[in-house]
């Protein structure tokens, strides 16, 4: 759609526009021009010559010829007291994107109609992206002495085509002049503060709230900008007293009430929280989203069983079932009641929530290794959920991971990779199954790439130097994506396991022990374990090496680490 076409058909949804005249079309070509009398008062005493020009321009709309329309329509409302023809030649003259004749016929209109708010307007947006501050601030003026009520909603109007006409910056200047012109204005500050946002000034933009609201103190749309402003700079307690004067204001204001609770569950005031929810209640005892928001509350704090209480009370609510039987799905897993959990998430047959409770049902299934029930359910979640064919295609391909059929999952990402090829998450995932494939030069491919766009990721870094480390003698290589994880994330437990791995590699085993003991303190897992253990069996320490072992194989006697541990040494007579 034309750039210009756009304001016009913006200001004209927003009951700016005062003509009867139908808006262009899809293809950006105005419609039909309707009959004489639509563009003429009954009243309004013509003579023939502007009848000559209308009905020419009527001829020329029609037949598309809107430059010679646009002249017609312009000479008439010259001539005629009816506003509604200059009106006419701007729409046409923006249309044209003709900005001299646009302006022209604006002034003809401002002068048949000085109070007209949808001419003023079209006069602001002319002069903004003509960088015209004079005529912009007269305009601005017309609009705040003509409609001073209005005034803050008509140029919240404008604001998003300023924003794509890259005019931000100068519309908060033109603001400012008249910020000064009326330093009594609550409205022009608040606009201020709205641009200041958009322009990403956030310490600006919480300074002309302030200003706004020491005008009129009592504003919630102000406390409410105000309040989101200091949230996202991160100071919750501002943003809490903001809120929490104004709910003490307005206590009947639902929309301040549950920007106070969100506010308070961000900031982990939970106990507030709750209190906050269960006021609310009080009032309104079905208000679903609060008790939804008190359930979540109660998980978050442990206190499970009042989340099911509560979630049980939106079972009956139609809008609420699916997010309140997914909960209880999850409570019942966290209780390591894996069947009753199944019977919740399967209970979410649709809505937002359907396929987040059908992922978890095949993530409790994958966790309790049945396999045959998964198959089935992937199936019918690539027929159900075809917008996420993507995730469904993951899902897939680690189920054949587990199931040890690593070409299939190797098949099923490369799949997923012919539709997506920058993808992160399946070129990590695939370079995984590729290191089961002894496809070395493929993992180093899709981690390069991986790393190419994000250096600084730390997962590709790690998985590259550990396998180069693991299954190749590439070990200066290995160090320099090693000490790159490390230096971004030093308390991660796999990192600092595969830095005390190469310098097993490179002979070191002291100071691989240290690294790798270290890890296992933050992250007892039986790769680090088999680690350690290989490391004290080649010092000599194997009493200490067996009994760790031992410690770790009575949990995990299936474990691929520990069981190649035991193959290589403790089954060998080592």
Request: hydrophobic letters at 40%.
């Amino acid at each position: 759609m034309k750039k210009w076409i756009a304001i016009a058909m913006f200001l004209s949804m927003s009951g700016c526009a005062v003509s009867p005249e139908k808006e262009p079309d899809a293809e950006g070509v105005p419609a039909k021009p309707e009959g004489l009398e639509s563009r003429v008062n009954r009243n309004t005493v013509i003579d023939e010559e502007v009848l000559y020009l209308l009905m020419a321009a009527e001829l020329a709309g029609q037949r598309n010829q809107y430059h010679l329309a646009m002249d017609a329509y312009l000479q008439a409302a010259k001539r005629v007291d009816d506003p509604r023809i200059a009106e006419r030649a701007v729409k046409i003259g923006l249309f044209l994107k003709d900005e001299q004749r646009t302006r022209e016929a604006l002034t003809v209109w401002l002068s048949k109609d000085g109070k007209n708010l949808a001419a003023r307007k079209f006069a602001v947006l002319l002069a903004i992206k003509n960088s015209d501050q004079k005529a912009a601030l007269e305009n601005l003026n017309a609009m705040l002495a003509d409609d001073p009520a209005g005034f803050e909603a008509g140029v919240l109007e404008m604001t998003k085509l300023m924003e794509k006409e890259g005019r931000t910056q100068f519309t908060y200047d033109v603001l400012e002049e008249l910020a000064v012109e009326h330093p009594n204005q609550a409205s022009v500050f608040f606009l201020q503060a709205v641009l200041a946002s958009v322009l990403q000034n956030n310490e600006l933009a919480q300074q002309k709230v302030s200003q706004a609201l020491l005008i009129q103190p009592d504003w919630n749309k102000a406390v409410i900008l105000q309040a989101q402003l200091a949230g996202r700079s991160g100071d919750l307690a501002k943003a809490r007293a903001s809120l929490e004067k104004a709910v003490k204001a307005a206590p009947e204001d639902r929309m301040l009430r549950k920007m106070l609770l969100e506010v308070l569950v961000n900031g982990h005031d939970y106990d507030d929280a709750i209190k906050l929810c269960l006021s609310v209640l009080e009032d309104r005892p079905d208000d679903a989203e609060t008790l939804f928001t008190l359930a979540l509350v109660y998980m978050q704090q442990g206190q499970v069983d009042k989340a099911e209480n509560v979630l049980e009370k939106l079972l009956n609510n139609p809008e609420w079932e699916g997010q309140a039987s997914f909960y209880l799905g999850k409570i019942e897993v966290d209780q390591q009641h894996p069947d009753k959990a199944l019977t919740w998430f399967d209970r979410v047959s649709d809505g937002n929530y359907a396929f987040d409770a059908d992922m978890a049902a095949v993530s409790l299934l994958m966790n309790q290794k049945r396999f045959d029930e998964i198959e089935a359910r992937i199936k019918r979640m690539d027929n159900k959920y075809p917008e996420q064919h993507l995730r469904v295609l993951m899902v897939k391909a680690e189920l054949y991971n587990q199931l040890g059929k690593y070409q299939e999952a190797f098949d099923v990402l490369t799949l997923a990779l012919k539709d997506m090829p920058d993808n992160r998450e399946v070129l990590y995932a695939r370079a995984l199954v590729a290191e089961r494939l002894d496809k070395l030069d493929v993992l180093e491919s899709d981690l390069q790439k991986i790393l190419d766009k994000k250096p600084d990721d730390v997962g590709a870094l790690n998985a590259l130097g550990y396998t180069l480390t693991d299954r190749t003698q590439r070990y200066q290589e290995a160090a320099k994506y090693l000490e790159r994880a490390l230096s971004l994330q030093p308390d991660e437990a796999v990192v600092i396991d595969s830095y005390g791995w190469l310098q097993f590699k490179l002979g070191k085993p002291d100071r691989a022990l240290e690294f790798l003991r270290r890890a296992y303190e933050k992250q007892p897992e039986n790769e680090i374990a088999a680690h350690i253990a290989e490391v004290l069996w080649s010092l000599g320490e194997k009493k200490e090496a067996k009994e760790l072992f031992d410690s770790v194989y009575k949990k995990s006697p299936d474990d691929e680490y520990l069981l190649e541990f035991k193959k290589r040494f403790l089954q060998n007579g080592q």
